[in-house]
Structure formats: C-alpha cells, structure tokens
C-alpha cells in the first residue's frame, strides 16, 4: 500500500483517477465477457433443440393432419362425392409425403429410424387401400365400400397414424430432455455470472479502495483543514507536500488564507469605526432612540432616551414595556415586531406626552422593524419624534380659533338678525336691487354663522368639553334621522338616497345627536359631489363586535392625491357643486374618534366614494 501512494504522489491526479477507471473498466469487461460466454452457451443448446427435434416434431404433426384429411376424402368417397374424394386426396398426399422425407432424412434418436421406416411401409400398403377404393372401375357398391372401409382402411389408418403418432412422441421426449439440458446449463451459467460478478466486484471493491486512501488521503486532509479556515481559523495553513494537482491546490489554499487573514483584519477595523460613527450618531440625536430585539427586550439607548427612561445599564435586556412606562410606545414597538411594517398615520391619538425633569414632553413614536437581507426579523428601531412645539402651537391655535369664533359669533349674529330684518321689509320695501344685495350678504353671513358653530364645536370635542353621552340605539333609528335630515337637499339636487339595514343588527352605544351629525355630514358631501340623477347608499352591518355604518356615492370620487388629507381642517376637493368650509370630515372624525372608532374612506376617481366607521355594539 505505501508503495502505491509513493507512486500516486508522484503522478498527476489525472494520471491517478485514469489508473483508477482503466482498472474498473478492465473488472467490466471481464464480467461482460464472462455473461457474453454463457449467453452464446445457452443459445446453442436452444439451437440444438430446434435443429435435432423440432423439425421431426413439426413433421410428424404435419403427415397426421395429412393422414386425417386423406382419412376424410375416403369418408366423401362412401358419401358418394368420388370426384370431391379424389381430388381432396391428391392435394394431401404429396403434403404427406413431403413432411415424410423431412422426418426421414432428420433421424437424430435412438429407434427413430426404425420407426420412419415402418411408418413409409405402412403409408404404402395403407395408400394402395384408399386408392383402392377412390379409383376402382367402376365404383364399388356402397354396401361393398363401406364394408371395406371398416375391414381395410379404417384399420390400415389408425396404424399408419399411430405409427406417425410414436414419432411425434419420441421427438417431443428428446425436446423435454433438451430443454432441461438447457435450463441445467442455463442456471449453471447464471451461477458462473454470479461469481464471476462478486469476485469482479470484492476485486473492485479492494482496488478502489487501495487507490481511494492513495489518492483521496490528502483531499481528506485539505479539506479539514479548509473546515478550519472556513470557521474562521485564518491562521490555519495547509500541509499537504505533493508535486500534483493537489499541491498547487494547497498552495493557492494557503496563499488565499493569508489574504482573507488580512481582508478581514481591515474589514474589522472599518467595521469598529462604522460602528463607533453608528454609536456616535444615535447618541447625538436629539429625538430619543430606542433599539429593541426581535424578542421586544431592549438593546441600545441613546442619550436623549436615557433622559427620558434612565440609563442604558439597567435597561439592557429588559422588555420594552418594563422600560418603557408609557403603554402607547409599548405597543407601537410590539406591533412592529409582530406585524413586520412601520405605521405612517400622524393622528392626535399617536401622540404621547411624557414628564421629562418636571416638564411634560409630547412625543410621536414610529417604530421601524429591522429585517435581515433574507427578511429575517432582526429587531426594531423607535424613534421618539419631539413634538411639543407643535401641541403647544396646536394649542395656541386653537385657542386663538375659540376665541376669535366666540368673539365674533355676536357681531356675526348681530349682522344676520339685521340682514334678515331687512330682506322680511321690516325696514321699509327694497328695490330690487337692494333685495339682491341682502340676500346675498344674507347667504354670506349664514355661511359664516355656521363657520363659527363648527369651529366653537371642533375645539369643544377635540378639547373634552363635550364628551359623548352614550345610550343604547338602533342602528336603523340613527339613518332614519340622517336621511330626513337630508332629504329636501338630494330631492333638489336629483339625488335617490337608500338605506340598507342588515337583518339582526345589533344596537349602539353611542351620542345620538353626534352620529347623527356624523351621518349627515357624510351624506351632504355625498350629495354635493354626487351629479343629478346619481344615488347615495346608506348601510350598516355587524363587524366583529361592532356595528359598521357607511355612506357609499356614484358621484365623480377624490383625487388620489386628496385621501391623505380628506379629514384635515379647511380641505376640500375640487369641483364640488356648492360649497362648504371644509370643517364636516374633520368634526366627523372627531366625534368618531371620541367614541372609540376610526372613520375611513376608500374612492375612486368616477366611480365614486365610500366613507365608513365602526362603533360599539350595545350588547
């Protein structure tokens, strides 16, 4: 065995595996040729079979079939079909005879010709009897054939086929006996094949294995010892002293080590120093930062986080809702684990107010999740955007809002008490002219009165002074009142209003005269977007635990590019046919807002709008 891997190392690894597969091939051929052998060896004891027996067989078989149809013309001859008889032997006497040579000139067993030659003798004196009868002048009587028949040629025919008979046997018994001959030889053979196949494949098997440890050995090497430099042991090298392929192998192996041993001390340095400069920009961020695992505990604190929550130290390894008192940015960070998405909405209600050092801060949490280049959930990232500026503007606004509105509702009442007295004449009669300008400071003044009402009552819900009265209310009760509420608008604009009311609908707990204000808002912008001859749908239906109210149009739909901000304060849509201040989505979703819901909307550009929002169930 060393001898042969000293001459393996000195040999290319193409030499080697060459070596290899000549040896297999030789062990191939070798099995190849010994079943070719047994093949060629069963087929001539088959071709023995055909050529000794079975033509006799064949022969045989053939005078008996002739002898049976010579047999039935002299049967015609005694039915009195003499000319029918004649010709029916003559066609099968020479077919007799033929298949009598052939059996006689193929003697290949004992007695055999003894038997041929008795049966030619009994086939002549059995020939003159039959012809005897089919060409006698004239023909004999019936009674003196059929006499004859039975004395002569019945007897003369079951002798001569007898006779035929024993041939048939004796040729068919040779067959028995070759056929076995032929199987004996044939799982002889088989057996040969057997263990010229097992002694080809244990010598196979030795060899391979001889030249497999000779040549693979130092694969096994190289390849555990790449393991190592796979793991990471970069410092590893690879002895492997050969002059074939392998060595180069070796060589390149040890050669790329050393390089990836210097690639990874310089990707190590860059990846400190980016870290360093991550490190470095979170801490400096003024917004606080907190980094969460995939399992919610947190990781990393910044600077402006440890103000908020306490220092890093402690934190580590915590759940986020142990860390983090406030619930809302709990749940924000925990949903954006779960759910794999980071939430964009910017509503009053995601926004949480914390006391930092004796001040109240207001925050608007987002929560992103990190996911890995295969989208394997690494963590989240939460970024504590500081909006306090922003309420406290929010605040002055509003409040200016209050103000200005409570301010100005008595000069505006005021101006529309005198507005109206003079269009009623109570001031004298008017021209025509005059009443023209009335009624349209008259029209004016009634749209800034309302103006004034929804602002006083925006700031009232956003601000908790009108806190919903919640009772128990059928869900049909609520669109009843909001479609008579509107129905003199639709019918002047050429509207049809439906209502749709699922069966077994549950009740609501909600402020009646709010939803309903709720409802009509929906259907007045329904009607003013919505072209004459068009239709509104109003529905509610069971959700969960919940009962859904929509307000669904055919009217011309909402920009896409207005969705976003279709609830904001003074937005409206382009092209509505008369218009309001833009103050009834945005004091519907207050007041949705104030009895647990969310109002959506979902449009599109002329085929329509649907508004929805769910409230509680009473039951």
């Avoid at 079939?65 to 066609?91: K, M, P």
């Avoid at 008979?165 to 001959?181: G, M, S």
């Avoid at 969960?544 to 149009?553: C, M, Q, S």
């Amino acid at each position: 065995m060393l001898h042969i891997s000293r001459i393996f190392r000195t040999q290319s690894l193409r030499v080697q595996l060459l070596v290899s597969h000549l040896v297999l091939v030789l062990l191939m051929v070798i099995v190849m040729a010994g079943a070719i052998v047994n093949f060629f060896s069963l087929g001539k004891s088959i071709d023995r079979i055909f050529r000794n027996n079975y033509k006799s067989v064949v022969a045989a078989q053939r005078m008996k079939d002739a002898l049976e149809r010579i047999d039935s013309s002299a049967a015609l001859a005694l039915a009195g079909q003499i000319r029918v008889a004649r010709s029916q032997y003559e066609l099968n006497r020479p077919k007799f005879e033929a298949a009598y040579q052939i059996q006689a000139h193929n003697i290949t067993e004992h007695g055999e010709g003894a038997l041929a030659a008795d049966l030619g003798r009994q086939f002549k004196q059995y020939r003159r009897i039959v012809e005897k009868l089919l060409y006698s002048e004239p023909p004999m009587p019936l009674d003196q054939a059929r006499a004859y028949y039975f004395n002569r040629l019945a007897p003369a025919f079951v002798s001569v086929k007898g006779r035929a008979q024993d041939v048939l046997e004796i040729n068919q018994a040779a067959i028995i006996r070759a056929d076995r001959r032929a199987k004996a030889e044939a799982r002889a053979a088989s057996w040969r094949s057997v263990a010229v196949t097992v002694g080809a494949l244990l010598i196979a098997i030795f060899l391979a294995l001889r030249m497999i440890h000779a040549a693979l050995d130092p694969v096994l090497t190289l390849s555990r010892q790449a393991e190592e430099i796979g793991a990471g042991n970069l410092d590893q090298r690879i002895d492997v002293r050969r002059a074939d392929e392998i060595g180069v192998l070796a060589d390149s192996f040890n050669r790329m080590a050393a390089k990836l041993l210097e690639a990874r001390k310089a990707q190590e340095h860059q990846l400190h120093l980016a870290q360093r400069m991550s490190d470095a920009a979170l801490a400096s961020l003024y917004d606080p930062v907190i980094v969460t695992d995939s399992g919610g505990r947190v990781v990393h604190l910044n600077r402006a986080a440890e103000e908020v929550f306490g220092p890093e130290n402690a934190a580590i390894g915590q759940p986020v809702n142990e860390v983090i008192p406030n619930r809302a940015i709990a749940r924000e960070v925990e949903r954006a684990i779960s759910e794999k998405e980071t939430k964009r909405t910017e509503s009053e209600r995601d926004r949480v107010s914390i006391d930092v050092r004796g001040a109240t801060r207001t925050y608007y949490p987002r929560s992103t999740p990190m996911l890995d280049d295969d989208g394997t959930l690494l963590g989240a990232a939460t970024v504590l955007e500081d909006v306090t500026y922003l309420t406290e503007l929010d605040s002055m606004k509003n409040q200016f809002i209050s103000v200005a509105s409570h301010e100005l509702r008595t000069p505006v009442a005021s101006l529309l008490l005198a507005a109206q007295l003079l269009d009623e004449g109570a001031a004298g009669e008017l021209t025509p002219k005059q009443q023209e300008l009335v009624a349209t400071q008259l029209e004016d003044l009634q749209r800034l009165d309302r103006l004034m009402k929804d602002l006083l009552d925006t700031n009232r819900l956003e601000s908790g002074v009108t806190v919903p009265r919640l009772e128990r209310i059928s869900a049909g009760n609520l669109i009843e009142n909001a479609l008579e509420s509107v129905a003199k608008n639709a019918e002047a604009k050429g509207v049809v209003l439906v209502s749709g009311l699922a069966e077994n609908i549950n009740d609501v707990r909600a402020d009646k005269a709010q939803i309903v204000r709720v409802l009509v808002n929906l259907l007045d912008n329904a009607i003013r977007h919505t072209p004459s001859g068009g239709q509104i749908a109003v529905s509610a239906r069971t959700l969960d635990r919940r009962i859904e109210f929509a307000v669904e149009d055919t009217g011309a739909g909402i920009p896409p590019e207005y969705l976003p901000r279709i609830f904001e304060r003074f937005v409206q849509v382009p092209g509505a046919t008369g218009g309001g201040a833009g103050m009834g989505l945005s004091i519907a979703q207050t007041i949705v807002k104030a009895h647990g819901g969310q109002i959506q909307v979902e449009s599109e550009l002329g085929k329509g709008s649907r508004f929805s929002f769910a409230l509680p169930s009473a039951e």
